[in-house]
């Protein structure tokens, strides 16, 4: 890191620092010490917003369950208030000799607001209007001290430019300042995951970030103090009236500083949505095209030599018309991995591209520092903003990567619109092809397509095609790429549990097995199940059963109810409760369960809020003494079953594994149930026995509680 001051005359020779052709030298020089103490805190306040941000999001998880999209709008959070500690930043700046007394004061009520959350509760979920309830939610407990850390690196640059600027004259922007800033983003993102989650409870979490803070503040004060002389007022030259060389920056650039971050933001959502819910619902996986994107910034702003222009707009080409091709095509498929390494790679072209060029066209004057900060933070809430909450609300369908696609080949149009004819014709062509991909894909989604609807939670599609072994229709609900149930449209079929539901799965033994008759007629069973889907499990229920479905998506019960007979076709009396199940059952009555089924699914995985033993405390108050609790374990990149297992020997409970196969003829899933009682007779019965095994416990795994959790433990090295 370079720690040479800049200098700030003309005239006296310096070697080594020259602008606009002229040498300058420093009358003063600034102490590396001071460079070091400016980065340390840029470094420190990135590392503390990028651990919060996780942090912040799992503490939602109760609240609205754990879909993808709860860290999508997140993250739109995240961005918006990045936008108003940039906008804070910039008004700062112009406060002239006020600006360090005003920051001290804001610092110092973010301290107290911090405090006070730390003591608050975390309240109470609206399901029907989540994104209302994450903005809210992260406003009131990290909103202030998120702004006051988003301001920093902007801040801190400004400062260090004015500090080191004397006489009339202002030295140029640090602008390897952000750089660091990022690199203490990226180490953080990567940290929680392997390193924090694994081993540091949540409660602990909060108050190591909270002292970390407090550090933080510390550095601030120390800065603002060096920068006040001893009559109180700042000693820093004020911004106004200094003299910078250079021409101001044309309307055209400034349009491009908010534009080029905006369409890698969408990059950036789009890539992360497709990628947990159309290719892969892995764990962690979100991780990845977020250290992608911060990778790209401190490429463009620290090491600019490796943005190669010619080499990455030709390599901008090809990914986007390759994966273009792909997502064209319904039939074409690669091994999943190597799917990964596409789309992670077209977002780093993508955003290396867009961070690049808003680099290439940065201001030369530092008064427009604060202002190119502020209009890369609007592009980047703009971007987030349009992928996790606009599209959902406008598109039925999911078009967002096409349209991302078409918004990054028009930005690389005006780029490089000054490069000449072929780059125009070449640009243009890309941005007709990427918005007819966008027209391809709705003609794709409409075919052997009855229904699509599309909300906070994701798009749900209702697919009818002909069940060959049977030659009848049948009927899947899509969510993404993973299928939430299945119908078979004939006189039998269409009674016929199937998917993960078959006879002689855990759920299907549960149920056909959990109560003793009387005088040849099944007892009367009280069933409850958490998660709709398609209702299958309604199959199983005979006159005289109750059975109560939770469920916090508001569009899977009209489709249940009216495009699958499950529901309609059951002789029992069907409940369906809206919002999140853990929510729901806290504040009902003892239901007093024969069987409760957890199968609440997020894409290809159990929110985590409803696997920890405050979760199964609940679930045990719900059941009969011997009642029963199966739980949904299948998934290709998790091993959930021995975690399961911990928390049902925390219970005092039985607990044996259900792996039952597939079978095409009657279409049936390969699945994989946990299935626990504290009857232990249960599964020494001739009927159930043959089917379960013991589990197999693995080393060094926690049980899971409301204040600790962490997959990675139980990730699976390949999927299966």
């Not at 990022?182 to 940290?191: D, E, F, P, R, W």
């Not at 392997?194 to 409870?201: A, F, R, V, W, Y």
């Not at 103090?225 to 820093?236: E, F, K, L, W």
């Not at 409409?446 to 229904?451: D, E, G, H, L, V």
Request: proline share 5%.
């Amino acid at each position: 890191m370079e720690m040479r001051a800049f200098c700030c005359r003309a005239g006296e020779k310096n070697p080594g620092h020259r602008r606009g052709g002229l040498t300058y030298a420093c009358s003063t020089h600034i102490m590396p010490s001071t460079r070091v103490l400016y980065g340390t805190t840029a470094f420190l306040s990135a590392f503390l917003l990028f651990v919060i941000e996780p942090m912040s999001a799992k503490q939602i998880l109760p609240l609205l369950g754990g879909s993808s999209a709860v860290w999508l709008t997140c993250l739109v959070f995240f961005q918006a208030a990045l936008l108003l500690g940039y906008l804070y930043a910039h008004w700062l700046t112009h406060r002239g000799g006020r600006q360090f007394r005003i920051h001290m004061a804001t610092v110092a009520v973010a301290v107290v607001i911090l405090a006070l959350s730390m003591l608050l509760a975390s309240g109470t979920a609206n399901t029907s209007h989540p994104v209302v309830t994450i903005f809210w939610t992260l406003t009131r407990s990290i909103g202030l001290p998120f702004l006051v850390l988003a301001s920093t690196s902007p801040l801190l640059q400004r400062w260090l430019s004015e500090r080191e600027s004397t006489g009339r004259e202002a030295a140029p922007v640090w602008y390897r300042l952000f750089a660091l800033s990022n690199a203490g983003s990226l180490l953080a993102l990567i940290a929680f995951p392997t390193l924090i989650e694994p081993h540091i409870t949540l409660r602990m979490q909060r108050g190591l970030w909270a002292a970390g803070f407090v550090l933080f503040v510390a550095l601030v004060f120390a800065i603002t103090a060096g920068g006040r002389s001893t009559d109180g007022t700042t000693a820093i030259p004020d911004a106004s009236t200094l003299e910078e060389e250079g021409a101001a920056s044309p309307a055209h650039h400034r349009w491009l500083w908010f534009l080029l971050p905006m369409a890698a933001a969408m990059q950036l959502s789009a890539v992360t949505a497709h990628l947990t819910v159309n290719i892969a619902a892995i764990p962690l996986l979100w991780v990845l095209p977020l250290a992608v994107y911060l990778l790209t910034f401190i490429i463009a702003f620290d090491r600019p030599v490796l943005y190669q222009r010619p080499l990455v707009v030709r390599l901008l080409v090809l990914m986007l018309a390759s994966l273009g091709y792909a997502l064209s095509k319904d039939d074409f498929s690669l091994p999943i991995g190597l799917t990964i390494a596409f789309f992670l790679f077209e977002c780093f072209v993508a955003c290396l591209f867009c961070h690049g060029e808003a680099y290439r066209l940065r201001p030369r004057r530092s008064s427009e520092a604060t202002l190119f900060y502020l209009l890369i933070a609007a592009g980047g809430a703009a971007g987030t903003f349009m992928i996790g909450i606009a599209f959902p609300l406008i598109f039925s369908a999911n078009y967002d990567l096409a349209l991302a696609f078409f918004a990054t080949a028009v930005l690389a149009l005006a780029a490089t619109w000054n490069d000449g004819w072929a780059q125009r014709l070449l640009w243009s062509t890309a941005a007709v092809l990427m918005l007819a991909l966008a027209v391809v894909l709705h003609l794709g989604f409409r075919q052997q397509t009855i229904a699509q609807v599309r909300n906070f939670y994701g798009t749900l599609r209702v697919k009818q095609a002909d069940f060959h072994p049977l030659h009848v229709p049948y009927r899947t609900l899509m969510h993404g790429t993973i299928q939430h149930g299945t119908q078979i449209f004939s006189s039998e079929g269409a009674h016929i549990p199937t998917t993960y539901y078959a006879k002689d799965s855990g759920i299907g033994l549960a149920l056909r097995f959990c109560c003793d008759t009387s005088y040849g007629m099944p007892s009367p069973r009280h069933i409850g199940v958490i998660g709709l889907g398609t209702g299958t499990v309604a199959a199983y229920t005979h006159p005289l059963d109750r059975i109560r479905f939770y469920e916090i998506n508001p569009q899977v019960e009209p489709i249940a109810r009216h495009l699958f007979s499950y529901l309609s076709n059951s002789p029992a009396k069907v409940t369906i409760v809206p919002g999140d199940a853990r929510t729901s059952l806290s504040h009902e009555p003892s239901q007093q369960f024969d069987v409760l089924a957890l199968d609440a699914f997020s894409g290809d995985a159990i929110p985590l809020h409803l696997l920890t033993i405050e979760a199964m405390q609940l679930y045990r108050s719900h059941l009969k003494p011997n009642g029963i609790l199966v739980v949904h374990v299948s998934n290709q990149y998790l091993n959930l079953a021995p975690e399961v297992a911990l928390l049902g020997e925390a219970a005092h409970l039985e607990v044996r594994d259900v792996n039952s196969p597939s079978n095409d003829e009657r279409g049936e899933f390969r699945a994989e149930w946990v299935v626990m009682t504290a009857d232990k007779s249960f599964f020494s019965r001739p009927e159930v026995s043959p089917y379960t095994e013991f589990i197999v416990q693995k080393d060094k795994l926690r049980v899971w509680t409301d204040d600790y959790s962490s997959l990675l433990p139980i990730v699976r090295l390949s999927a299966r």
